[in-house]
């Protein structure tokens, strides 16, 4: 890696801690680690491996679906498809579909009150969609 790489990783390594401890602010930490010591480490490998699963299952099609028209699409490029579109997921405004808070302040929502709508419930509205 060239020296500016590992400028943006470590860039990258920093910003990512800090979301992570702000998204923490809130949480009562003593909680947490009673959670993670009766976390059944088991299942959540079989998680993880889930995951890597998908994300190699669909760089595989992409790999197939892309070499027809591009012979050079190598398989790094591929893999780079599913995590590259995982990460927009992860931060596009309507990821968690069309649900509204229930609480509180909801990180992108302002305060909600009860009876307030949210941005998707204008668009129901208008559509004839009903649904709760």
């Not at 400028?7 to 949480?27: D, E, K, Q, W, Y």
């Not at 079989?46 to 299952?57: F, K, P, R, S």
């Not at 305060?111 to 709508?117: K, M, N, T, V, Y």
Request: with cysteine.
């Amino acid at each position: 890696m060239s020296r500016k790489n590992w400028v943006v990783l470590i860039l990258m390594l920093v910003a990512g801690a800090g979301i992570f401890a702000f998204s923490l602010r809130n949480t009562d930490l003593h909680q947490l680690s009673i959670d993670l010591a009766n976390l059944n480490w088991g299942w959540f490998g079989v998680a993880v491996l889930c995951i890597c699963l998908y994300l190699g299952l669909e760089g595989g099609v992409t790999k197939l679906f892309m070499a027809d028209r591009y012979p050079d699409f190598s398989w790094k490029n591929a893999m780079r498809v599913p995590l590259v579109e995982q990460l927009f997921n992860g931060y596009s405004l309507f990821h968690r579909g069309p649900t509204r808070p229930t609480s509180g302040d909801a990180p992108g929502w302002g305060r909600w009150r009860p009876g307030q709508l949210g941005p998707l419930d204008e668009v129901r509205r208008l559509s004839g969609d009903d649904r709760n």
